[in-house]
């Protein structure tokens, strides 16, 4: 076999680990936006959970408060029935600013602040909210990482022929911190 | 990053082999005086290295959290601290690691484990009394990229390998001390004992020397840079530096004497700790500096 013929089976080889790596990437960024989706899940439900219990807790204390534990409970089954990931966005931001409603509710009656019950509910709360900002966060990341190798050549070509298709971002307000804004790319 | 976890395993198989090297040259020894070489000799050196190899591998997480003294906590013990690591190690895409307190007042966190599958995260009593909750977060973000990048597991074994050096070197010169060398001025019938007591301090000081070039190892292996890669890296997480920034201020704030420190596991948390005063001090401890010093963390991270 002479030099061209080695060059093309050299090109080959190179094209098929490419092909093999470049698809592993695909199916390893699209797992693990899944990944984050069904933790963002098991969050969002974990403070569907929390919600009727909180209600039940500050009625005890401020019963003719109605109006915002209407608006929280609607807000909820909302989000609970809520398709897609644009319109489970719209829903969940609903329910934070009802919850914000109700925590600032509560602040108005001192004897609701030193209940233990009420104190644990508001740590669960608190820590759910922050594990939905982190479950977003990790969600959105690899989402970016999903969508960058779906359109940008040559892994597009790959993508197109086994059908990766792009992922919407979850975008739901920051209820948690303020937004700060901080450049990560220079590292 | 990726050459970062490809560095800690390069190293920690390196670390390993030094570890079995040594170990096995000192079961040699042991065998070669006491049972005049041959198999058991060697039977001795494969035992010794195969205990401290594969036990810093297994157990090292647990042997460190047993010398510093840490006790697992339940969820209902400590809600808070159990939300923000498992908020951290979702932000982080790991399973939550396991959750320890240690009984100390000043405030410092440390991480241990082998891989993600397999770490736990450890705060002082202090630092949870101390730090409010984005503080805390920071903590434990930071704690969360030494568990990312491997970097738990070649602390983990420079702890275990470290320690077991300090500990034989204690045993060895102590045994001569009090059973051997002491006794020989009383007892003219030296014989036997007298070469066993001389046989036991060579050992001794040969460890002695051993135990700070194993310092000098724990300087190579965790190096400042470490720590300021996790400082930014766990800011990468929490995406709120004043969070560490303000634990850092207050940890710089506060005393830093705890019980737990000891050279085998300084550079596993989060700043140095210091001795108790009136604590039996060690000399070596002051040949390495693990940490860089807080104020410059706090200037990188004001600088992103």
């Known amino acids: ?163 990766f298709s792009p992922r919407e971002f979850f975008d739901i307000e920051d209820a948690v911190r303020a937004p700060v804004q901080v450049d990560f790319e220079g590292q | 990053m990726h050459e970062q976890i490809a560095a800690n395993k390069r190293k920690t198989v390196l670390l390993i082999i030094l570890a079995v090297v040594f170990t096995g040259l000192i079961g040699w020894l042991i065998g070669f005086l006491f049972f005049k070489g041959g198999t058991i000799g060697l039977v001795f050196a494969v035992g010794l290295a195969l205990a401290l190899s594969l036990g810093s591998y297994f157990f090292g997480d647990k042997i460190v959290l047993t010398s510093t003294g840490a006790r697992k906590v339940t969820r209902e013990q400590e809600p808070r601290l159990h939300n923000v690591v498992e908020g951290l190690a979702i932000a982080a895409g790991v399973p939550k690691p396991e959750v320890y307190v240690v009984p100390e007042a000043a405030p410092n966190a440390f991480a241990t484990g082998r891989d993600p599958d397999h770490s736990s995260i450890a705060v002082t009593q202090g630092l949870l009394q101390m730090m409010d909750r984005v503080e805390l977060e920071g903590v434990i973000g930071h704690e969360m990229s030494h568990v990312l990048d491997r970097d738990i597991l070649i602390g983990t074994v420079v702890a275990t390998v470290v320690g077991a050096a300090i500990l034989l070197s204690e045993i060895f ?56 890669l996790a400082d930014a890296q766990g800011v990468l997480l929490t995406r709120y530096p004043p969070g560490l920034i303000s634990a850092l201020e207050k940890i710089s704030g506060a005393p830093h004497a705890m019980r737990a420190a000891n050279n085998a596991t300084a550079h596993l948390w989060l700043e140095q700790p210091s001795r108790v005063p009136g604590d039996d001090t060690s000399t070596l401890e002051r040949l390495f500096s693990t940490h860089p010093p807080i104020q410059d963390r706090i200037k990188r991270l004001q600088e992103m």
């Open chain 1, 1 to 163: 076999m002479g030099v061209a013929g080695w060059v093309v089976i050299a090109v080959v080889a190179l094209l098929v680990l490419w092909t093999i790596w470049a698809f592993n990437r695909l199916v390893k960024y699209r797992n693990r936006a899944d990944e984050g989706w069904a933790q963002i899940d098991v969050q969002l439900r974990r403070r569907y959970d929390l919600i009727p219990n909180l209600v039940k807790t500050v009625e005890g204390y401020a019963a003719h408060e109605r109006e915002t534990f209407e608006e929280v409970t609607a807000a909820r089954s909302r989000a609970e029935s809520a398709q897609g990931v644009a319109g489970q966005a719209h829903a969940e931001n609903a329910v934070s600013t009802g919850l914000r409603q109700l925590l600032a509710v509560a602040e108005n009656y001192p004897d609701l602040k030193a209940n233990a019950n009420f104190l644990a509910l508001q740590e669960e709360l608190t820590g759910t909210e922050s594990k939905i900002a982190y479950a977003r966060q990790y969600y959105n990341d690899q989402v970016r990482l999903l969508n960058t190798a779906i359109q940008s050549f040559p892994s597009s070509v790959l993508a197109n022929m086994f059908h």
């Open chain 2, 173 to 228: 010169t102590r045994t001569w001390f009090w059973g051997g060398g002491g006794r020989r001025s009383n007892n003219s019938g030296g014989g036997d004992a007298g070469i066993l007591s001389l046989v036991l301090f060579a050992v001794g000081i040969f460890l002695l020397i051993l135990a700070p070039l194993a310092g000098q190892l724990i300087k190579l292996s965790v190096s400042r840079n470490r720590e300021y």
